[in-house]
């Protein structure tokens, strides 16, 4: 399907959120595409992303960062029901949404609005994440973006 190699220095560059693990080289009409899932020779879970500039190499071949998922998070989402007449919260449902492969990497504490030290982590993964979700009951989603074709989110 493709060479999976070691991925070069990443020289200062600062598109990279983490220096990959590995590049990705397939043939251009391979199907993979930035968020798709796969396991690596050790059985590891891999997941690809664009290498940040340009994914073709002509009609040779096409690139990819490949980012190693390390942990199996807990998704779930709140939703709340507004009263239509008070406008306020009359209940809210945590619903699961399942099991999504990520990694979890530590940013250091962001001091919160009282200067109190809140730890934060950036998960890489290929699901949907939106602002609120839950991962593994404990850290909740503050900033999402779409970046490299995988979803980069801030959580604490």
């Keep these: 399907m493709g060479h999976l190699a070691a991925a070069p220095d990443a020289q200062g560059r600062v598109n990279s959120y983490v220096i990959p693990r590995r ?4 043939h251009p009409k391979c199907q993979i595409q930035p968020g798709d899932l796969f396991y690596g020779p050790d059985r590891e879970v891999l997941m690809v992303a664009t290498d940040g500039t340009n994914t073709t190499r002509g009609d040779i071949s096409r690139l990819f960062k490949v980012y190693t998922l390390d942990q199996k998070l ?77 979803t980069v989110a801030e959580v604490q």
């Design 74 to 150: 807990a998704w779930s989402r709140t939703t709340t029901v507004t009263d239509a007449v008070t406008g306020l919260e009359k209940s809210s449902t945590t619903t699961s949404l399942g099991d999504i492969w990520g990694t979890l990497e530590i940013l250091g504490p962001v001091s919160d609005t009282i200067d109190v030290p809140v730890p934060t982590y950036r998960v890489l993964t290929n699901a949907t994440l939106t602002y609120g979700d839950i991962l593994n009951g404990t850290y909740r989603v503050r900033s999402v973006e779409t970046a490299l074709g995988i």
């Design 23 to 26: 590049m990705l080289t397939v």
